[in-house]
């Protein structure tokens, strides 16, 4: 996965679990593309100290991920529901049984899931 995407999708799952500070630092950095050194200014810190806090944020997230497995499951059951919207666009061509039984086995999956 992309990392800027990877960085999103971990803050947003996660991100309500950092502090004020690390919130708002982060967001500048990651989502908005502010430079270290334009975060720096803008709080008051060294580029180094936006660097590290960034780079802390990043393990702070992953380690929830690694043991929540938020994201994973959001993943997977967007490519079920993705193969779901993919079986429904071919409703002409697929039998009704054959629909039927992949639409129960896919929803089978998405309940699993959750």
Known sequence: M??????????DF?????TEH??????????????YSEA?????VSRQGVHELVKRCNKILSEYE????LV???MQIRDTVKQ??????Q??????????????????KILEEL
């Open 91 to 108: 409703l002409d061509f697929i039998d009704k049984e054959t629909l039927a039984s992949g639409v129960r086995e896919l929803s089978g």
């Open 66 to 69: 690694s043991k929540l497995h």
């Open 22 to 35: 690390q919130r708002k630092v982060y967001e500048e950095v990651v989502l908005n593309d502010l430079s």
């Open 2 to 11: 992309e990392e800027f995407l990877q960085q999103t999708l971990l803050y």
């Open 84 to 89: 779901i919207q993919k079986m429904a666009s």
């Open 72 to 74: 994973e499951r959001f």
């Open 40 to 44: 720096a200014e803008m709080f008051g």
């Open 14 to 18: 996660y991100g309500e679990l950092l």
